[in-house]
């Protein structure tokens, strides 16, 4: 395992601070990287479960972006095939007999 140097702002360090002290917050967190994240976590442990969950964020947001580009495509194609069938068919009065 690597360790890198991660520099933070005092932005950054109060919202740690208030992850880790809000039970909300922590839950919040701990539902999205599976693990309990307890208030006695190290700094190291917080940030990496904050790193998960953004990581996690991002692949959710590709998949998202996928599925809706695949639906659309596919809603396309779909209305397409229904245009091209109306096209193909015959109007119901065409049998009809000519008087």
Same mark, same amino acid.
């Given at each position: 395992?690597?360790?890198?140097?991660?520099?933070?702002?005092?932005?950054?360090?109060?919202?740690?601070?208030?992850?880790?002290?809000?039970?909300?917050?922590?839950?919040?967190?701990?539902?999205?990287? &599976?693990?309990?994240? !307890?208030?006695?976590?190290?700094?190291? $442990?917080?940030?990496? %479960?904050?790193?998960? /969950? +953004?990581? =996690?964020?991002?692949?959710?947001?590709?998949?998202? &972006?996928?599925?809706? !580009?695949?639906?659309?495509?596919?809603? $396309?194609?779909?209305? %397409?095939?229904?245009? /091209? +069938?109306? =096209?193909?068919?015959?109007?119901?009065?065409?049998?009809?007999?000519?008087?």
């Amino acid at each position: 395992m690597a360790r890198k140097s991660l520099p933070l702002t005092a932005r950054d360090l109060r919202d740690l601070d208030i992850l880790r002290g809000s039970p909300a917050r922590r839950g919040a967190l701990a539902s999205l990287v &599976d693990i309990e994240v !307890r208030e006695t976590l190290s700094e190291a $442990q917080l940030l990496h %479960a904050v790193l998960e /969950a +953004g990581l =996690r964020a991002v692949e959710e947001r590709i998949e998202e &972006d996928g599925y809706a !580009r695949i639906a659309a495509e596919r809603s $396309q194609t779909e209305q %397409a095939a229904r245009r /091209a +069938g109306a =096209r193909r068919r015959q109007p119901s009065w065409a049998d009809e007999p000519s008087s």
